[in-house]
């Protein structure tokens, strides 16, 4: 079967230390492999099967992701060490849609040392600057303190409270927001 892509959904974003890669069917291996710990997606949305299956990253790749890449409805980057370009070490969405616009998982190892923040801030800067959209929203669990931080820190201010499923089960949940103006005021005063 031929996939179709356009260049945006493509295009390889880069940062001081990681490389985000457009997501492929050859990635579907190593996210399996990675993906399915609890401390990974227990805070994620219930729509991710648990106990995870042995194909669901296959499945993830082939029936989900890929097709909304194609669509023009996502764009779901592997997220990699520059130091080391062929291993996956998590995954970051970008969803059109009036909530939910950003989603993200990294491997233990390589949690709490900014990398998923360096992810985001350039997620953002794709988000808005070259898709264009006008703001973005993301719904996450309260109890998910470092995706809070992330947030805090690149501008976001939370817009409400509401209940969410996740695969831990029911939550009370947060949904954080930024414009592109907001968006382009915090990335200056960051550079200042």
């Not at 059109?96 to 800067?125: H, I, T, V």
């Not at 089960?169 to 947060?174: A, H, N, T, V």
């Amino acid at each position: 079967m031929e996939r179709c892509y356009n260049l945006l959904m493509i295009r390889e974003g880069t940062t001081e230390r990681l490389i985000l890669r457009p997501l492929e069917m050859a990635d579907a291996a190593q996210i399996q492999e990675l993906f399915p710990h609890w401390e990974i997606v227990r805070y994620l949305q219930n729509r991710v099967p648990w106990p995870y299956p042995p194909d669901g990253a296959l499945y993830y790749c082939r029936d989900i992701a890929l097709p909304q890449m194609e669509r023009g409805e996502a764009w779901h980057r592997t997220i990699r060490l520059r130091s080391d370009p062929d291993k996956i070490i998590g995954n970051i969405s970008l969803v059109k849609g009036e909530e939910d616009n950003r989603g993200f998982w990294m491997g233990g190892p390589w949690q709490g040392q900014g990398l998923m923040s360096e992810a985001c801030e350039w997620a953002n800067y794709f988000w808005f600057e070259e898709l264009g959209f006008a703001v973005m929203r993301v719904a996450k669990a309260a109890a998910n303190t470092a995706s809070r931080r992330i947030s805090e820190k690149q501008g976001m201010h939370m817009i409400g409270l509401i209940e969410k499923d996740y695969v831990s089960g029911r939550l009370p949940s947060e949904v954080w927001e930024i414009t592109a103006d907001e968006w382009r005021a915090w990335k200056a005063q960051a550079k200042a």
